[in-house]
């Protein structure tokens, strides 16, 4: 039996779209890390991935059978400047495998090698970035976030020269697809109609099927990425997510987190928190997300229009721009929505209510958390212990940054009355109410401290404190003591020097 039973469907369907490569070959591969939970969910044959041979595939040396591997094409706005030709610098598409459940996943190496899309980069990915990607994704999947997920990292026995030389790693990944806003702006910008075509009715019958065929699928299309996107930005925000680099060559058309390179969770909330070294603008802060979502979705609608109307047809153009604009301009509609519905969970409540009106009783309580410099993630788990009639520990945890307790205390009051009206609605004891709220208010993020000191400690060849961590990430919501360790934000000043890096 093969390792994977690749079907692959991006190799026979999009022609023009990739490049065929082969990964470099890495002198002592090693492995450092396999997900088994993910290898069985995507009903891999274990067999052949254990010991030396599992190294040698996941270090790019032996090819899987099966495996087509390229490097996929695609253009991208980074920073807001538009790349007309990015694509696979240092990452492979093997193939694609139809889990047990019939989802279609892609498996793609990073860090593979050079190809043709490297323009000045060696190809490569070091120890820590390609460990950070499992710490991260594995945390977000945890959290119930969509996202692609490691499936393992092999050290390659190599050095890849950054500031200073770190030991080489290649990450596999396992994605529902690597198709984005960028792979549809790379055709819009060969002029190539035909292919985007192609690569339109490609991402439908893969992503939404139900629209497949159907006339305006473009404008429904449109609509349902947004949505997705809409979804994802939302939980992302309800967990302190900040992705760093969300240009549109990192923007999923599946809905799913992609590309671990600069991201991190806050701390103390504040929404300009920035963490990567070169957005000195801020253009990818907190806050911003969501306005760069839409800014990045007006971009994959201009790569539709001319599938829908003639350029020459001045009235066809205009309906179709109308259409376009309605979808873009709904998603903010579509993200407020999402978010106000994660917030209320967080919040215990169950029942619907005035929107605005809980949208006050947030925006209320996220002042106060700005305005003391308090924990986001703390701050909202601990507002479950309140629930309970236990409001000692939120008071400790504002602590001596207490400068307004009759703020706190007001914001406590008009909390409870909104959670008798709820209890009015849908009656639940405390008790439960809390345990609801423990489900949805992680307790366990990956903290940057602690990230940083697992990967230097990996990095310098210790794996035990990765594996630590990860197993800590991987339940968030559990109210264990023994995680308390893995709950405690770093220092403020650390987290005020704290810088995150590109492509690394
Ligand atoms: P990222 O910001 O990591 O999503 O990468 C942006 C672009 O740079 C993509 O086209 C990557 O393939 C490319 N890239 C990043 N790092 C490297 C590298 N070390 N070598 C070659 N290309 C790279
Ligand atoms: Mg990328």
Excluded at 188 to 210: F, M, S, T
Excluded at 219 to 231: C, E, T, Y
Excluded at 451 to 461: I, P
């Amino acid at each position: 039996m093969p390792a994977f039973a690749f079907d692959n469907t991006y190799a026979r369907e999009l022609p023009g779209l990739y490049t065929a490569w082969q990964p470099a070959r890495v002198p002592a591969p090693q492995l450092l890390y396999f997900n088994a939970a993910l290898a069985a969910e995507l009903g891999l044959e274990l067999a052949a991935l254990q010991g030396e041979a599992g190294a040698a595939v996941f270090a790019g040396n032996v090819l899987p059978e099966g495996a087509e591997p390229l490097a996929q094409a695609y253009a991208g706005h980074q920073f807001g400047g538009f790349s007309p030709r990015l694509g696979d610098g240092r990452a492979l598409l093997l193939g694609e495998v139809v889990d047990p459940r019939g989802q279609r996943r892609d498996i793609a190496l990073k860090g593979s090698g050079r190809t043709p899309y490297s323009r000045g980069g060696d190809g490569k990915a070091a120890v820590g970035p390609m460990l950070r990607e499992v710490l991260i994704g594995e945390a977000m999947h945890a959290l119930g976030i969509p996202t692609t997920r490691a499936l393992a990292v092999a050290a390659t026995g190599e050095r890849v020269l950054r500031e200073r030389p770190w030991p080489g790693a290649v990450l596999t990944r396992a994605a529902a697809s690597h198709l984005r806003v960028g792979t549809f702006q790379f055709f819009l910008a060969e002029g190539e109609l035909v292919k985007l075509r192609q690569l339109l009715d490609y991402a439908i019958a893969r992503h939404d099927p139900a629209l497949a065929g159907t006339p305006g699928r473009e404008m429904a299309f449109l609509r349902a990425v947004a949505q997705r996107q809409a979804q994802l930005i939302a939980q992302w925000m309800n967990v302190g997510f900040i992705h760093g680099v969300m240009n549109t060559d990192n923007m999923t058309i599946s809905g799913e987190t992609i590309d671990y390179g600069p991201c991190a969770f806050m701390e103390a909330y504040s929404p300009d928190t920035v963490f990567s070294s070169i957005d000195h603008g801020g253009r990818y802060a907190y806050g911003n997300q969501p306005g760069i979502a839409r800014w990045n979705l007006a971009r994959l609608a201009e790569t539709l229009l001319p599938l829908v109307a003639d350029e020459n047809d001045e009235a066809a153009v205009q309906r179709v721009v109308a259409e376009a604009t309605a979808v873009i301009d709904g998603f903010p509609v579509w993200y407020a929505q999402a978010l106000l519905q994660g917030q209320r969970a967080k919040l215990g409540l169950l029942a619907t209510a005035d929107d605005e009106e809980d949208g006050r009783l947030v925006d209320a309580w996220l002042a106060l958390l700005q305005n003391q410099a308090v924990d986001f993630t703390l701050a909202w788990r601990l507002l479950a212990d309140v629930a309970e009639g236990q409001p000692e520990p939120l008071f400790a945890l504002f602590g001596d940054l207490f400068r307004d307790r009759a703020a706190l205390d007001a914001w406590l009051q008009q909390w409870q009355a909104r959670l008798a009206q709820d209890n009015a609605a849908s009656p639940l004891p405390p008790a439960e109410r809390a345990a609801a709220m423990r489900r949805v208010n992680p307790w366990v993020i990956p903290r940057n401290h602690q990230v940083e000191a697992a990967l230097a400690a990996a990095t310098d060849g210790d794996m035990a404190p990765f594996h630590t961590l990860l197993a800590a990430l991987q339940r968030p919501f559990d109210s264990d003591p023994a995680l308390a360790p893995y709950a405690v934000p770093a220092p403020p000043a650390e987290t005020a020097a704290y810088q995150t890096f590109c492509g690394t």
